[in-house]
């Protein structure tokens, strides 16, 4: 092996740390660490063997690389299995941090590790700036879930309703990087973005069965700035879940399914304001999803949904390719007709092709009350997947315009 090192500094600050440390442990790839100074788990005490937990290793590098005073770096090392319980890594930090998972970080099953105070999050970021998280090939986040999906309500209706556990959130964080990590088998959510800014995601892959209940791939809320690109998501719940106050989201070149494909919502939930503008979703492929490009909000709700844009999209066996839905109910009663809406307005739906699963290609079910306007339909082909029946569309209370071709022809223009 030859290494090569632009600076005696970091040769310094290398040979530092190895000191103490096997050398053969730390995969050095010079670009990335340049500068940086190496926090290796295994040198503040982890195992690495699936077994043991490893939760104050971790938490106790995260400490050491977040008061260092120059850029860091906290390295998992592959070929090792880190079993890991409910942890919250901190910031403010000094300086920036790489966080370099090469190997596996691992959840315990649902069990008596899990305390009800701390069981909404597996691994948690806070107040972080500058984090860059990267996974170089082999890095894998697992959440274990399968005990969880099996004492969940929506598998076992006889069980009472219970939270599980995120597996990653990145809360109040700033100038955050996360790519080319694998996640699997989530608790419930697998990641979820929540009042951040500056938020580039890119080629993860994320999967979890499609019957395991309510993992979300990617949620985002409260957040500003996002960038989601070249995601793989196969789960049991909404691709993206794009929620109350997101703007400025772009999505790109992403592939989802099964589960439930792009929502932006729900939005308006007990009569509850909520704001999302600006977020648009260009290249996308869907399979065998419950929705393809999805806004749903609650009657009763205020605030608006605005300037979203899907284009270059193609659904593979969609149920629900194209839809908007204003009168959205996931209760147990049913909802009743009210006076206000979230307003859903100025969204274009652009190059969308592909079969639909259901007769209903295009539903825009849009609030008596605060009806949707400025939808754009351009360039939509959408046919019935396998049947000589022709697609169809169906609309209430939206007023919408149609530019090139679109099929199925829609319902009434303009009303
Ligand atoms: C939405 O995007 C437009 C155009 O890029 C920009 O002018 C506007 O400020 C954005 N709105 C918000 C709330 O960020
Ligand atoms: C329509 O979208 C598909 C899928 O993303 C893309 O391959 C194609 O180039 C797009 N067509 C146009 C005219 O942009």
């Given at each position: 092996m030859v290494f090569y090192f632009s600076s005696t500094l970091l040769?310094?600050?290398l040979s530092s740390v190895l000191a103490d440390e096997d050398i053969s442990a730390i995969p050095l790839r010079g670009r990335s660490l340049e500068s940086k100074k190496v926090f290796n788990v295994l040198g503040y005490g982890a195992h690495g063997d699936g077994h043991h937990d490893d939760t104050k290793a971790i938490t106790i590098t995260w400490a050491a690389a977040c008061s260092a005073s120059q850029p860091a770096a906290m390295l998992i090392p592959r070929g090792q299995r880190y079993l890991i319980n409910h942890v919250t890594l901190s910031g403010?930090?000094?300086s920036s941090i790489m966080l370099m998972i090469e190997g596996t970080l691992m959840a315990p099953p649902k069990g008596p590790h899990w305390i009800k105070k701390t069981n909404r999050h597996w691994i948690m970021f806070s107040d972080v700036n500058g984090?860059?998280?990267t996974g170089g090939g082999t890095g894998t986040i697992d959440g274990n879930g399968k005990t969880w999906w099996q004492?969940?309500?929506k598998i076992n209706s006889r069980l009472p309703c219970k939270q599980a556990p995120t597996a990653l959130t990145f809360y109040s964080c700033k100038n955050l990087k996360f790519e080319n990590v694998k996640l699997v088998n989530s608790q419930q959510i697998h990641i979820s973005i929540e009042?951040?800014?500056?938020v580039k995601i890119a080629r993860l892959s994320i999967t979890a069965p499609a019957t395991s209940p309510n993992t979300d791939g990617i949620h985002v809320t409260?957040?500003?700035h996002v960038q989601v690109t070249d995601c793989r998501i196969k789960t049991g719940d909404d691709c993206m879940s794009i929620e109350d106050g997101t703007k400025n989201l772009h999505v790109k070149n992403i592939v989802c399914g099964p589960g439930h494909g792009i929502s932006i919502g729900s939005l308006g939930d007990h009569g509850s304001r909520a704001h999302v503008v600006n977020v648009t979703v260009d290249t996308a492929w869907l399979y065998c999803t419950m929705n393809g490009a999805r806004i749903k909000t609650w009657q009763g709700g205020r605030g608006y949904a605005k300037n979203i844009v899907f284009k270059n999209i193609v659904m593979g066996n969609v149920r629900n390719p194209i839809i908007i839905d204003q009168n959205y109910c996931d209760s147990a009663t049913p909802c009743r007709e009210q006076k206000s809406a979230v307003e859903v307005s100025n969204v274009?739906?652009?190059?969308?092709?592909?079969?639909s699963a259901s007769k209903e290609a295009i539903k825009l079910r849009c609030s008596t009350s605060v009806p949707c306007y400025s939808i754009a339909l351009e360039n939509v082909k959408l046919t019935l997947k396998g049947g000589d029946v022709v697609a169809e569309s169906t609309c209430e209370n939206a007023k919408w315009r149609k530019s090139g071709a679109v099929s199925p022809q829609p319902c009434t223009l303009g009303n």
């Amino acid at each position: 092996m030859v290494f090569y090192f632009s600076s005696t500094l970091l040769l310094f600050t290398l040979s530092s740390v190895l000191a103490d440390e096997d050398i053969s442990a730390i995969p050095l790839r010079g670009r990335s660490l340049e500068s940086k100074k190496v926090f290796n788990v295994l040198g503040y005490g982890a195992h690495g063997d699936g077994h043991h937990d490893d939760t104050k290793a971790i938490t106790i590098t995260w400490a050491a690389a977040c008061s260092a005073s120059q850029p860091a770096a906290m390295l998992i090392p592959r070929g090792q299995r880190y079993l890991i319980n409910h942890v919250t890594l901190s910031g403010p930090c000094k300086s920036s941090i790489m966080l370099m998972i090469e190997g596996t970080l691992m959840a315990p099953p649902k069990g008596p590790h899990w305390i009800k105070k701390t069981n909404r999050h597996w691994i948690m970021f806070s107040d972080v700036n500058g984090l860059t998280i990267t996974g170089g090939g082999t890095g894998t986040i697992d959440g274990n879930g399968k005990t969880w999906w099996q004492n969940s309500c929506k598998i076992n209706s006889r069980l009472p309703c219970k939270q599980a556990p995120t597996a990653l959130t990145f809360y109040s964080c700033k100038n955050l990087k996360f790519e080319n990590v694998k996640l699997v088998n989530s608790q419930q959510i697998h990641i979820s973005i929540e009042d951040c800014r500056h938020v580039k995601i890119a080629r993860l892959s994320i999967t979890a069965p499609a019957t395991s209940p309510n993992t979300d791939g990617i949620h985002v809320t409260r957040s500003k700035h996002v960038q989601v690109t070249d995601c793989r998501i196969k789960t049991g719940d909404d691709c993206m879940s794009i929620e109350d106050g997101t703007k400025n989201l772009h999505v790109k070149n992403i592939v989802c399914g099964p589960g439930h494909g792009i929502s932006i919502g729900s939005l308006g939930d007990h009569g509850s304001r909520a704001h999302v503008v600006n977020v648009t979703v260009d290249t996308a492929w869907l399979y065998c999803t419950m929705n393809g490009a999805r806004i749903k909000t609650w009657q009763g709700g205020r605030g608006y949904a605005k300037n979203i844009v899907f284009k270059n999209i193609v659904m593979g066996n969609v149920r629900n390719p194209i839809i908007i839905d204003q009168n959205y109910c996931d209760s147990a009663t049913p909802c009743r007709e009210q006076k206000s809406a979230v307003e859903v307005s100025n969204v274009l739906f652009k190059n969308i092709t592909g079969t639909s699963a259901s007769k209903e290609a295009i539903k825009l079910r849009c609030s008596t009350s605060v009806p949707c306007y400025s939808i754009a339909l351009e360039n939509v082909k959408l046919t019935l997947k396998g049947g000589d029946v022709v697609a169809e569309s169906t609309c209430e209370n939206a007023k919408w315009r149609k530019s090139g071709a679109v099929s199925p022809q829609p319902c009434t223009l303009g009303n």
